[in-house]
């Protein structure tokens, strides 16, 4: 109920709306429920056209420096609405865990050739940090 009364409430704020429909990656997972308590960040990367193959076949290998934690929930590339867009979701138990997984992640070899060989693909990016609703499975 909770959720529906937000809904109502929000609807009549909102000014546009925008929907994009998105595909899994194939080396990613599929998103699992988790147990809780965790902190979801969602890194949204807006792509120069004509990139998309290129940032998976990197990303293919990269993933596995960040499996490592369970922290990579999934990944989705757009396939309608606005296009070369590509989403990365993470759990982490908190925001010190991110930052502690993160900067392992650096450590790794490897893990900073892949980062800096898709760099140059992105026109822009962001993060979110998410707190899943009490019905969520993703906790």
Request: without cysteine.
């Amino acid at each position: 109920q909770e959720y529906l009364d937000f809904r109502k409430e929000r609807s009549g704020m909102l000014l546009s709306r925008r929907n994009q429909l998105l595909l899994e990656f194939s080396f990613w997972n599929e998103p699992q429920p988790r147990q809780g308590p965790n902190i979801y960040e969602l890194r949204t990367y807006k792509l120069k056209p004509g990139t998309m193959i290129e940032w998976g076949n990197n990303w293919a290998r990269a993933i596995k420096y960040r499996q490592e934690n369970q922290e990579a929930v999934g990944g989705f590339f757009s396939q309608i609405g606005e296009l070369y867009v590509v989403h990365h979701l993470w759990a982490y138990k908190n925001l010190q865990s991110r930052e502690e997984t993160r900067n392992a992640a650096w450590r790794k070899r490897g893990w900073d050739e892949n980062v800096y060989y898709t760099v140059p693909l992105i026109r822009t990016m962001e993060s979110r940090i998410m707190i899943p609703l009490k019905i969520s499975p993703l906790q």
